[in-house]
């Protein structure tokens, strides 16, 4: 929270209207004017670190009294928790144990991320997790096995991310970079196959 007073005290030296400005375009994501757009990136990533660990209303009432505005600091913590998404998803594997965990990942690769088979969320129960809970694992981790192949990440830059994204470190998220590399061809084909279905459409 210390960084976060200081990029507020930075950007109320150099632009005492920035609270108008971000409450005028709405969107963090796409603020135009390249200094506020990077203080406030700053603020987004501080902001991730805080809500990993505590609660939305603790880190909320912080960030108000730092920032003096609750509509803006609900903009901000909201906009942390969208991106937060595939780490609170997560939850339920991260307190499996490894061995669990990587038999899950190999399961989805195989019936979700490579080939679909529309009955794999009723294998649930056999890692320990509803139906519910096995669609929005899959869904996330598709989304970011797409990104990934589709932004031509290596697999050190896969590992860093993955593990910031999802909170699951070391032989999960090792084995999940091992997963993308040893179907690097096919997922490649499946992305570009996805691509031209969209430009037809």
Same mark, same amino acid.
């Given at each position: 929270m210390d960084r976060i007073e200081e990029i507020i005290k930075e950007l109320n030296?150099?632009?005492t209207h920035w609270k108008d400005t971000l409450r005028e375009q709405g969107d963090l994501l796409k603020i135009e004017d390249?200094?506020?757009r990077q203080a406030a990136n700053e603020i987004l990533s501080e902001l991730r670190v805080l809500l990993k660990k505590d609660k939305k209303e603790s880190v909320l009432e912080q960030?108000?009294?730092?920032?003096g505005d609750g509509g803006i600091a609900e903009i901000f913590v909201e906009c942390a928790l969208v991106s937060? /998404? #595939?780490f609170f998803v997560m939850e339920p594997i991260r307190k499996k144990d490894t061995d669990e965990v990587l038999s899950l990942f190999a399961f989805l690769f195989k019936n979700y991320i490579l080939r679909y088979n529309k009955s794999f969320s009723t294998n649930g129960l056999q890692f320990g997790l509803t139906g519910e809970e096995m669609?929005?694992?899959a869904k996330n981790m598709d989304f970011l096995v797409r990104y990934y192949v589709g932004n031509h990440y290596s697999r050190w830059m896969i590992l860093e991310d993955f593990e910031d /994204? #999802?909170?699951l470190e070391g032989e999960a998220a090792l084995l999940f970079?091992?997963?993308i590399e040893e179907n690097y061809q096919t997922l490649q084909l499946n992305w570009i196959i996805d691509k031209l279905d969209v430009i037809e459409m």
């Open positions: 030296k150099q632009n390249k200094e506020l960030i108000k009294e730092k920032m937060l /998404e #595939t669609e929005n694992i /994204e #999802t909170g970079s091992d997963l």
